[in-house]
Every structure is written in C-alpha cells, then in structure tokens.
C-alpha cells in the first residue's frame, strides 16, 4: 500500500481513519507510560511531530465509551502488554497553545479563557455527577458561560482533574502542547513578566501536588525553567535533545523511518537506497533527501524533520518546507538586535564549519539580547541549528554547533533577504546596494546603509560594551546576498592584520572589496573614525589577497556607524583630504 501523507493533520484518530500513512511513533506511549516521573516535559522543534504524538497519547489514555482499539492494533504499543494495561483506562485533559501568538496580555488571557472553556464543555456531563457539590455546579455552569476570571483561569485544570477524578474513581492525564508559544509572545511584545507570574500559578496548580494527577506531558520549543516557570515543580522531569536517548527517536524521523516512506511512495517501488535503472521522475533521491533534510541529532540518533520529508513526498520537489511555517519573528528580531551573533562565527557557521558554544537548557529569554549562550542555545532547540558533538565538565555544556542542511540553510538567506526588505523595501534599492559596494561607490553604499539602519534598527540596539561588532554581523548578513559568486570574509588574516570584511570573487576579473568598519570611541569624530579605518587597511595591507586572486579593480572602503548614522569613504579618499589638511588624526 503506497505511502499518502497527511500534511498539517495531527488528530491521530483522523489520521488512521482517513487511511493516511503513518510512521509508528506508539513506542513513545510505552516509553513514557513506564517512565517513574510524573511530568514529563519535551522540548523540540517546531513540526518535529509533538502534537500528534500528544494526540496519540491521548486517544490511547483517555476513557470513553468507544472502542478505540482498531487504530493501535496494528502498531507496536499493542505488542506492550505493560502499556496495555493502560489503554483506555484515564480521563484526559489535552490543551493546546500553539495558535496563542498575540500582541498584549488581555488578548492573550481571553486566548486561554477559550481553551479552558473548550475543555469544560468537553467534560459538560459532570454537572450530572453526584460528584459535585452544587456550589462546585454553579462555578461549573459559569466556566461554561464564558465567565472566567483571571484566578479561575489558573485554578482551572487543578480543578477540573478533581472533578474528573472523584467522577471516574481514577486518576487524570493532563497534556499541555506547545506551553511556551504564549511566553515567547509575551517575551516578543512586551508582557513578559504578566504571562510568565501566569503560568507560573496556572503549571503549579495543575502538576505540583495533585493527588488527582496520574501523569503529565508538556511540549514546547523552549524550556524557560529559569524564569521560575517551573519553580518548586521538583516532578517535571526534561527530556533533553543533547542527552537522553529513551526518547531520541520520538520525534522526527529516523534514516530507516525515512527511507520506509521513500521506498513505500514510489509507485515503482524502487528502493530509496539504491538508484533505479531509469530516473524516477516522481521523488527525489535519497541522497538528495538527506543534503536537504538531514542534520539533527537527538539524544546521539540522526534525525530528520517529519514535515519536510512528507511535503517533499506530496509534491516530488526538494523546497524549504519547515521554514515557510516556522515562527520566525523571535529570530528575526534576534537577527535585527544581534547581527545574529558574532560575525566571524556566523560567517563560519555559513561556510558550512562548526562554532563552540557554551549550551544552557535553561533558555533565559531575557538574555537573549545580551548573551550569547543564551543565543546559540535558543538557536539550538529552536532547530536553527545542530550539536554536532558535545561534551560536558563539572556541569557545564559545550556543543559543536552547525547548520543541519540544506533547508535550514535556505532559512538563513531567507532571512537575511526579509530583513534586508523591511528596511529596503523596493527590490531596487536592495539590488542597488550591492551594486554600489562591489563599485565601489561609497557616497551611495552610505546613503542606502543609513536608510536600512533608520528603518530597521533602534537606537538602543548598538548601546552595548561592543557596538561594533552588532553592525559586524549587519553588514555579514547584508553580504550573504552575494554567495556563489563570491567568498565573503570577516576578521580573516590577510597582509599584515585581519580585515573586517573582504568581498573576494570566485573567478578572476571581477571587483574585490576591502572594508574596515569603526564605531567611534569617546571623543572622537566620525571624520577620525574613518581616518583610523582607512590607515588601517592600508598600513595592513589588507587589499594584497584580493589582487591575488585575481580581484580587479580592488576597492578599499572605510565605513563608520554611529547609531542610525553611517559614512562610508573609499580609503584613497580619506587619505587624500588627511594629506591636504581636511582630516585630523
């Protein structure tokens, strides 16, 4: 039977019943079924498979009247006698957040007020249980109504597992899926510390101390336990991507897995691990399969990302599918304040070369301006990148971080690309940008860099104790516009120091660029700034690799930014007036 994916479904009873392909994730159930911790929390990219394996889970759990068995009968937890004896036996409480992107925190409240009113009338028919008291019916009837206040809300799932507990005579699954996407909102537009102190109360009630809990699972991208989210919750136990193998195959998909649902979609049946006799105009390749999707290590197993590999299977095309329904906003905002880093482990991280980084799995949302950990990390389990190897000493986590393939690294141009038109919006502009820089044309390169930094970056964002090197990282992104014609470099040895920025083109013949940027230190004048850049590059020598290799003509360029101000002369220039008296060193 071939392989039909079920894009963007992930209701496990839909699924199975629509006859859909599905690869068998139900030894997850198993797994977290005989884990001793209570709470289980696994953090994962975005479309790494976390919700319908929530749904799954939960269709296995929850007690009803229907007989649900015909869609586990034929998968691997049916051959668990200890999940077994599982099945069907709890009442479960399964919410969502991931649609909870808004812009304030009333808009945000009354986002789960509509969840948690959802899950109430779900359960509407124990207002016919003697079980409740008739006060607690009348509170019943107004969560029902939509009247729900701000403490009811956190109160809510603690009181709605004890109904259901002392109702059924059993103990509850409660399943929270994508539990961070209101905080990292909250985080993004300013409610930060209202969503958070929320939660805070809203986790503790329902997973601290619940004599009604029997186990719980949350999934997210991110584990914030740092921002007291979890504080006191000593049963929430990580399920970490770097470390635990239990779960490393849970989410996404294996090589084997991957190359089942090749081999299963061809309608010739052609094995996706060898070539077939002719060319199979339908799929591609899996060795093409693995440059464009491959890359993520879980728990030490090679990983794939589910979404791309059954979008790629539905249309035959090779694109980037996760990256055109991830939530980018985080990153692009990371990107506008940081440069995205480093620029010299950016650059190494877009030639395709690993960078160290010190890991902390306990994102701190708030130090994702100022330190870098804090963004290597968030990159890091946000599925940006990949931990290639990782060590550990006295507590500390150092990871060899890369980008995982092709598509993510489509991602990183795609983005420099959006960012680049929010500030240039006409496509002219960005285009004329380039042409100024590889002409050497400096009273044009200012005039547009001026106008991008006016647009899109603010006037705190270069306050830090090394300002320069944010515009470092917003020039290299600017730079990424011009890969496959030309290597572009960053604090790279050439003559007798290293450059700021050389643009060396692939073939002879064609421009080369030197540029040295300087912010100017206190008390000096942008007029000194740039003479300091310009006898820079030239007492260096920087120019020498350039004409190397082949670069004509080779333009030298000095550039200074101050805030939202920018000048930027060709060195020959700056020297000259020096010479003449118009410049001051």
């Not at 939660?199 to 584990?223: E, H, I, M, Q, Y």
């Not at 006799?277 to 899996?286: F, I, K, M, N, S």
């Not at 986590?397 to 680049?420: C, G, H, K, Q």
Request: glycine share 8%; hydrophobic share 40%.
């Amino acid at each position: 039977m071939p392989f039909i994916p079920a894009l963007g479904q992930s209701d496990f009873r839909e699924l199975r019943r629509a006859g859909a392909g599905y690869v068998d994730k139900t030894p997850f159930l198993g797994q977290l079924l005989a884990d001793p911790a209570q709470v289980v929390l696994f953090p994962r990219p975005r479309r790494f498979g976390k919700t319908l394996n929530l749904s799954t889970l939960a269709y296995f759990l929850e007690k009803r009247d229907e007989d649900l068995s015909p869609l586990f009968q034929d998968l691997a937890v049916w051959n668990d006698p200890a999940a077994r004896e599982h099945f069907q036996r709890y009442p479960v409480l399964f919410l969502t957040f991931k649609d909870i992107k808004t812009l304030s925190y009333e808009t945000t409240l009354d986002a789960i007020r509509t969840e948690v009113q959802r899950l109430y009338s779900q359960h509407q028919h124990l207002l016919k249980s003697d079980a409740l008291r008739p006060d607690e019916r009348r509170h019943y009837e107004h969560m029902l109504l939509g009247e729900i206040s701000e403490e009811d809300c956190r109160g809510s799932l603690r009181e709605l597992s004890d109904y259901l507990a002392r109702h059924h005579g059993q103990k509850v699954a409660i399943l929270i899926d994508e539990y961070d996407t209101p905080i990292q909102s909250g985080y993004l537009n300013g409610f930060f510390d209202e969503v958070t102190l929320f939660f805070r109360n809203f986790f503790s009630a329902a997973l601290k101390d619940n004599p009604s809990l029997f186990k719980g699972a949350l999934t997210g991208v991110l584990r914030v336990a740092r921002e007291n989210l979890f504080s006191g919750l000593n049963n929430v136990i990580v399920s970490s991507i770097l470390s635990d193998r239990r779960y490393a195959t849970s989410f996404g998909f294996t090589e084997a897995e991957v190359a089942s649902v090749l081999a299963q979609a061809r309608p010739d049946g052609v094995s996706a691990a060898r070539p077939a006799p002719l060319p199979d105009p339908t799929l591609p390749r899996v060795e093409e399969v693995r440059a464009w999707y491959n890359g993520y290590r879980f728990g030490g197993e090679v990983i794939y990302n589910p979404w791309s590999i059954l979008n790629c299977v539905a249309s035959g095309a090779l694109r980037p599918y996760w990256v055109n329904t991830a939530s980018t906003e985080l990153l692009q905002h990371l990107i506008a304040r940081r440069g995205l880093g480093l620029s010299s482990e950016t650059e190494a991280l877009l030639r395709g070369e690993p960078v160290e980084a010190r890991i902390d799995e306990n994102i701190v949302l708030r130090d994702l301006d100022q330190q870098p950990e804090a963004l290597w990390s968030f990159l890091l389990f946000s599925g940006y990148l990949t931990a290639t190897a990782v060590r550990e000493e006295l507590g500390e986590v150092t990871a060899s971080l890369a980008i995982p393939n092709l598509e993510v690294r489509v991602a990183y141009r795609d983005l420099f690309r959006s960012w680049l038109r929010r500030g240039l919006p006409e496509r002219r502009h960005a285009e004329a940008l380039l042409r100024a820089l590889l002409g050497g044309d400096a009273p044009s390169l200012e005039a547009l860099l001026e106008r991008l930094l006016v647009t899109v970056m603010s006037y705190q964002d270069p306050a830090g104790r090394e300002p320069e090197k944010l515009y470092h990282g917003f020039i290299l992104g600017l730079l990424v516009q011009l890969e496959g014609d030309y290597d572009v470099r960053s604090n790279r040895e050439s003559g007798l120091g290293r450059a700021d920025l050389l643009v060396r083109p692939r073939a002879p013949g064609r421009p080369g660029v030197v540029l040295e940027l300087k912010v100017p230190q206190r008390g000096e004048t942008p007029e000194q700034a740039l003479l300091a850049a310009a006898r820079q590059v030239r007492d260096r020598r920087y120019a020498v690799e350039l004409v190397a290799a082949g670069a004509a003509p080779v333009h030298e360029l000095a550039a200074v930014f101050d805030g939202k101000r920018a000048w930027v002369k060709l060195v020959d220039e700056v020297l000259s007036g020096a010479k003449d008296g118009h410049l001051q060193g």
